[in-house]
């Protein structure tokens, strides 16, 4: 699976866009970028995942570069609840099921009041 | 749907004592996820199955542990002896297992934290 670098840590203001940026230069064609976080206390939360177009749901945005080596999950209007850790995965997608995520370090995500 | 339940949510132990924790995944769900959390080590996937079957059981530490699913709506990770290092968060998360949307979106148990005395 392709390596994935994120920021040990960040701050953002109660109210603004949080934007958490990922990089995973050597991401294969068919691998594709979840991103889930973890409340403290709480078991890992899905999020969103895309393997080259933007996608939005009810909870995030996530833009993926062009050539696809790096990405950016987007909180629009982030509240003191998503303060967490946020993992961003890259994986394959098969066609055989299943098969196991590996969650690095993350980022550490604080809004502050 | 009351999603993944783990059991027990915290169990206290002493060294050498058997620990049985247990999940029941989502219904529906065709794979089911082992992790363990510290903070040294963070989040790592001890073992997955797929349609009650282990897939790969590489992550777990030694043989000490073990894991079965007799269903397809219960699994247990059994310890035995238990130590020490030992103590951690044990989630269980499930899957659907099919396609793009459902092989790698898992959905976790609130985890069971066990310390091992």
């Known amino acids: 699976d392709a390596k ?16 958490l940026p990922c990089n995973h230069s ?16 709480q078991g890992p939360q899905y999020i969103i995942h895309g393997l080259k177009n933007n996608e939005t749901n009810e909870m995030a945005s996530l833009i993926i570069t062009e050539d696809r080596k790096s990405s950016t999950l987007i909180l629009p209007h982030a509240t003191l609840r998503d303060t967490a850790v946020y993992y961003c995965i890259v994986r394959p997608y098969s066609g055989g099921g299943a098969d196991g995520l590996t969650f690095g370090k993350g980022t550490h995500l604080i809004i502050q009041p | ?12 132990t ?24 510290t903070m040294m080590r963070g989040l790592e996937l001890l073992i997955y199955f797929n349609n009650n079957v282990p ?51 898992l959905t976790f148990g609130a985890g069971s934290r066990l310390t091992v005395l």
Not at chain 2, 3 to 9: A, D, F, T
Not at chain 2, 80 to 88: F, G, I, M, Y
């Open chain 1, 4 to 19: 994935t670098t994120q920021p040990t840590s960040m701050d953002c203001a109660e109210g603004r866009a949080a934007n």
């Open chain 2, 14 to 37: 002493e060294m050498g004592q058997e620990v049985t924790l247990r999940c029941k995944p989502i219904s529906g769900h065709n794979s089911l996820f082992w992790y363990r959390q």
């Open chain 2, 1 to 12: 749907d009351a999603g993944v339940i783990q059991s027990p949510r915290h169990e206290v």
């Open chain 2, 55 to 105: 897939i790969d059981d590489s992550g777990m530490p030694e043989d000490r542990f073990s894991a079965k699913m007799p269903n397809a709506s219960f699994s247990t990770l059994k310890i035995q002896p238990s130590e020490p290092r030992d103590s951690a968060v044990y989630f269980c998360a499930s899957s659907t297992g099919q396609g793009v949307s459902g092989a790698n979106v």
């Open chain 1, 26 to 41: 050597t991401i294969s064609g068919n691998e594709y970028v979840y991103w889930y976080r973890q409340i403290h206390s």
